[in-house]
C-alpha cells in the first residue's frame, strides 16, 4: 500500500483549505467531506460555487447528490461542477458516465470525471 494515502472512511467529516490562484485573482478554497448521512450546515461567509462529489464506484453516493441538493437550498443558483470521482477504476465502474452526464443536466451543472488518486 501506499503510505501517502490513508484508508477512505466515509463517516468521518473533514475539511481542507488552500489558497488557489486563478486569473490573478486568489481564492480560499475550502473542500467539506462530510457523511452521506449527515445534512449540510449553512456556510458561514459567502459562497462563489459548490461542487459535488461521489464514487463511481459507489452508487448509493451518487444516489445521495440529489438529496443533498435539496437539503442544502443555500446552493441554489450557484454554480455546481458534479464529479465523478475514481475514474482510474472505470473496470471496476457502477455508475455509468451517461448516468452522470443525465444527472449533471438535471441540476444544470457542469460534469467530469478524475481520480483523486495522484498518476
Known sequence: MDDRYS?????VEKSYRKTVEVEGHQFLLEI??????????EPQHDLLGFILVYSILDPSSFDAIPSFRN???WTKGLPLVLVGNKD???DKRKVSL???EALA???NAKFLETSAKAR
Open 88 to 90: 482510474d477504476l472505470t
Open 32 to 41: 467539506f467531506e462530510s457523511p452521506e448521512e449527515q445534512h449540510p450546515e
Open 7 to 11: 484508508p477512505y472512511d466515509p463517516s
Open 105 to 107: 443536466v438535471t441540476l
Open 98 to 100: 451517461e448516468k452522470g
Open 71 to 73: 437539503q442544502a437550498p
